[in-house]
């Protein structure tokens, strides 16, 4: 008999040994979680067998053919099964227990039989009879008491984390394919509900919350939970969409199991197959994968952000394909409610790409910037390393609503709770920190209060963004007729595509000029190499003269500047700089007072290329969030006195150790 959640997961993992041999490790889940799922199912719709078989008789005899309304009202459930079997008779007959389970799998309600067809359990099934497992394997689980009386939801759903993160472990799945910590779900779900606790304590509140990652429902269930503390009148609809099949299954199993409507967990991939198209959402939470690629729906996303822009989901821009984070975040900014409805809130949880990632003219800094000039994001709340299963990286939670309480208009609030985590007593793969209550209590006070102090930094939101300009200075080339560089003119494509009757004679006249003189000045040099031609009568076109300059010239700082036939001078390539300029200065202004007294002859180059698309203006608009740099404090270097005495005692150690050595 197992009695607590530790013991029920180690129940649970221990029976995957018996799978050893037959199955790879990486394959243990296709078993384990389908039929843990079963085993909870078997225990609930147990005490409601009775009449659910009664009530099927009865429907059968009236030639009733949509059953399933009144057996639910049976089953006082979502969930019933019409079977004569549990988990118990079952293992009465092991000759033909793969075709009763088979049965008594297809007996249940279509929401529940669906489950199962996403786990391919049939196939597991035939494999495991084939094995001589199956019935070794059902007897055990039907030791494993998981009747909703002895293990609340919140339990089940952390035995089904710990199994799904173990699995995980085993098939080797990407850093970012975690499960997020019901300690980081309790934060999140305070952070986004906080502003709104006095319109959930209405009487008869409804609302609706969502997740487009929802894995195995932890964060709708948390969010359920909250909502029930505050009131239990309150009516809390959840929402999500997962593309793994196991754990939606698992989610929806869940959802059943607790009474909500299965119908609003949906199979698939959120980029290309939105299960919510026409829906709109009051709160929405989520965890999605970290650095995870989205080639493989690219050809989809990109053809809607294209043709739709704005009026599809992804109109603000694309982030590079290796990390789809910012796609789920306009995914769900496009599911808000307009404010004449109330609103939106979301809360979701990022690694450190999403805040700086990509200079100006990158889809993540146009994302950024369609954020912050909307006026979306409340705040950034920085966790602490090594609290998901999975990864060891830092984490941030942003808080977003299109309907911000004046108080934190035109500004983002900024959290540095990096250091607030206690030590594990055992660590879960490479969680070994974890947030205790009065942690969430602490950054969810930081939250409410909206105060600066050395955790909290309240930002301006026009401070993130800048402009870039560009920074060039004069070209200056001295030149030389070097043997050497005449000979690299094989190097030039522009000269090696001339006949070669005019190579060799284009390089005859130059071997003419003086290899001891150093031109210091283009348009004298290049006046000579003229000269030159016109007294051996040789004719090229531009580009050849192009590709002696390069073959024959090199920078030189104390030459004379270069420049074009305008009397312009022409900028170095290798000397060019970008500067950013923050938004509100000028920056003409700001080339002046903070560039030109300290660069000579420097010029902003003034392209049209290097204006912004949006507003038109100098300098192309970027957004970036640097954290970390509103909280850094400086850290005077020791004095040499004490520097000095530490190398003295290494000395003194270091001869005493050879002293030894020799003696």
């Not at 800094?365 to 299963?389: C, H, M, Q, T």
């Not at 309480?405 to 540095?416: N, S």
């Not at 038109?616 to 005495?645: C, K, M, Q, S, T």
Request: net charge negative; charged share 30%; with cysteine.
């Amino acid at each position: 008999m197992v009695e607590n959640f530790t013991e029920k997961t180690d129940f649970i993992w221990s029976i995957a040994d018996l799978l050893r041999g037959d199955y790879k490790q990486s394959e243990y889940q296709k078993v384990i979680l389908p039929l843990t799922v079963l085993r909870r199912l078997d225990c609930v719709t147990e005490q409601s067998k009775d009449e659910v078989l009664e009530r099927y008789e009865q429907l059968q005899k009236q030639g009733i053919e949509n059953v399933a309304p009144s057996l639910k009202q049976a089953a006082d459930a979502e969930v019933y099964n019409t079977s004569e079997y549990t988990f118990e008779s079952l293992c009465n007959d092991p000759d033909d227990i793969a075709e009763n389970l088979q049965y008594y799998i297809n007996q249940y309600d279509e929401e529940t039989t669906e489950i199962f067809e996403k786990f391919d359990f049939d196939h597991q099934i035939q494999r495991l009879n084939e094995a001589n497992l199956l019935y070794k394997v059902v007897r055990q689980f039907a030791e494993l008491p998981l009747h909703p009386d002895e293990v609340p939801n919140e339990e089940m759903g952390y035995i089904y984390e710990e199994l799904i993160r173990k699995f995980n472990e085993l098939s080797n799945e990407t850093a970012g394919e975690h499960f997020t910590p019901r300690e980081v779900i309790e934060l999140m779900v305070n952070l986004v509900f906080q502003e709104d606790d006095e319109v959930l304590t209405e009487q008869d509140a409804i609302r609706t919350v969502y997740d487009p990652a929802c894995g195995t429902g932890g964060m709708l269930s948390v969010a359920e939970e909250y909502v029930r503390q505050l009131n239990t009148d309150a009516n809390l609809h959840v929402f999500g969409q997962e593309l793994n099949p196991e754990s939606y299954a698992v989610c929806n199993s869940d959802m059943l199991i607790k009474g909500q409507e299965p119908e609003n967990i949906i199979y698939g991939n959120s980029f290309t197959d939105d299960g919510f198209p026409s829906r709109t959402f009051d709160y929405m939470l989520s965890n999605p994968p970290f650095g995870v690629s989205w080639k493989k729906v690219k050809d989809q996303v990109e053809r809607e952000h294209e043709e739709e822009g704005f009026a599809g989901r992804f109109g603000a821009g694309l982030p590079r394909t290796n990390d789809g984070a910012f796609l789920f975040l306009q995914h769900m900014l496009s599911k808000m409610k307009s404010p004449s409805q109330g609103g939106s809130r979301i809360a979701i949880v990022f690694n450190g790409s999403p805040l700086f990632n990509g200079g100006p003219n990158s889809g993540e800094s146009a994302i950024r910037r369609w954020i912050l000039e909307n006026d979306w994001l409340e705040a950034i709340v920085g966790l602490p390393k090594n609290l998901f299963y999975n990864t060891g990286i830092r984490t941030y939670i942003w808080v977003l609503s299109n309907d911000k309480p004046e108080r934190r208009q035109g500004h983002v609030q900024l959290i540095d709770a990096q250091d607030l985590y206690a030590e594990m007593d055992e660590s879960l793969g490479e969680k070994r920190h974890e947030l205790t209550q009065e942690h969430i209590n602490e950054i969810s006070r930081l939250f409410g209060d909206l105060k600066a102090n050395g955790r909290s930094k309240v930002v301006p939101t026009e401070e993130f963004g800048y402009r870039r300009i560009v920074i060039d200075r004069p070209l200056r080339m001295s030149f030389r007729a070097t043997e050497e560089r005449i000979e690299s003119l094989d190097d030039e494509r522009a000269f090696t595509n001339r006949d070669e009757e005019v190579q060799e004679a284009v390089k005859e006249a130059l071997y003419e000029l003086d290899s001891e003189t150093q031109w210091m000045d283009r348009d004298e040099f290049m006046q000579e190499v003229e000269d030159c031609f016109e007294r051996n009568d040789i004719d090229v076109r531009n580009s050849v003269y192009n590709a002696i300059e390069r073959a024959l010239g090199e920078q030189n700082d104390d030459a004379e500047i270069v420049t074009d036939s305008k009397g312009n001078p022409e900028h170095d390539t290798d000397l060019r700089d970008r500067e950013r300029v923050p938004l509100g200065k000028d920056p003409r202004e700001y080339f002046e007072e903070e560039v030109q007294p300290y660069v000579e002859n420097a010029w902003i180059n003034e392209s049209s290329k290097y204006h912004d698309d949006q507003d038109g203006e100098l300098g192309v608009v970027g957004y970036e969030i640097n954290f970390d740099r509103y909280f850094y404090e400086y850290e005077p270097p020791r004095p040499l006195e004490e520097i000095d005495a530490d190398i003295r005692e290494l000395e003194d150690e270091i001869v005493e150790l050879l002293s030894e050595v020799t003696e």
